[in-house]
Nanobody, 116 residues
């Protein structure tokens, strides 16, 4: 059973930066896609950024130019570097992975609060 464990959430001031990490219990070479989603209070979960096994990345329009997704294969980790944070970025951020056999995995989420 694959486990995804996020870390790095917390309180950050507007305009600040934060890096989220998601460590997989197995090799991330098993995944065809890894991604970060977020869910703000009262809103649906939305895709923030994704990266394929071929290292093709995609970002939501709301975070383009501010957030960057990347992987470290040696550490079985996917990162989300968040810069120029805004109050509307406040949400629980979830790590997601699609296994090459078609199974979907989710982390437990990490809370990010952007506030002064």
């Amino acid at each position: 059973q694959v486990q995804l464990v996020e870390s790095g959430g917390g309180l950050v001031q507007p305009g600040g930066s934060r890096r989220l990490s998601c460590v997989a219990s197995g090799s991330i070479f098993s995944f065809t896609v890894m991604a970060w989603y977020r869910q703000a209070p009262g809103k649906q979960r939305e895709l923030v950024a994704s990266i394929t096994s071929g290292e093709n990345t995609s970002n939501a329009d709301s975070v383009k130019g501010r957030f960057t997704i990347s992987t470290d294969n040696a550490k079985n980790t996917v990162y989300l570097q968040m810069n120029m944070l805004k109050p509307e970025d406040t949400a629980v951020y979830y790590c997601y992975a699609r296994h090459r056999y078609g199974f979907d995995y989710w982390g437990q989420g990490t809370q990010v609060v952007v506030s002064s």
